[in-house]
């Protein structure tokens, strides 16, 4: 689903709000501020970084967990904003992440020029891993795992 320009500017405007009021970056100064579009409402986040660097947590992310703790299991939409010169799409962990809430929704970025990029997230994200690469039981059928390891049946 695409999102109207009037939405859209609606989840920027809420990105680079969570951007400004809770974006917590003293390491990389990367601040960073998403909002996602769920059920027609809007669910923001801000970066929060931590001393050991894997511990932190993208602004995509805490939008996601926002939206998906309100109850929401689908995303049409998402915007991020940084202070950047050049808009900065999502990093690969929160592709993946936006891909389990909604495949085809509408990624915008803008930086903090206010120059706009927008993509759909398959384009960001080709090939993604989901939930029909799971099979049930342990591992996968007999042919997917022969696909993975690209051995022949025996």
């Known amino acids: 689903m695409s999102a109207s320009t009037e939405r859209v500017d609606e989840l920027l405007a809420a990105a680079r709000d969570a ?9 990389s100064n990367f601040n960073v501020g998403a909002a996602v579009l769920a059920g027609g409402e ?3 986040g801000a970066n929060i ?26 995303i049409d939409a998402v915007a991020v904003v940084t202070r950047a010169d050049e808009p900065t799409p999502p990093c690969g962990g929160c592709r ?3 891909n389990e809430f909604g495949p085809d929704m509408t990624v915008t970025v803008e930086s903090g020029t206010g120059e706009r990029a927008v993509w759909r997230l398959t ?31 025996a």
């Open 96 to 98: 993946q992440v936006l």
């Open 123 to 153: 384009e960001i994200l080709p090939h993604a891993f989901g939930p029909s690469n799971l099979a049930r039981g342990s591992g996968g059928s007999r042919s997917e795992r022969e696909r993975a390891s690209g051995s022949p049946p």
């Open 42 to 44: 809007v669910f923001a």
């Open 19 to 27: 951007m400004e009021r809770g974006s917590y970056a003293p390491y």
């Open 49 to 74: 970084e931590n001393a050991s660097y894997p511990m932190s947590v993208c602004a995509e992310r805490n939008a996601v967990a926002a939206a998906v703790n309100a109850g929401k299991r689908s």
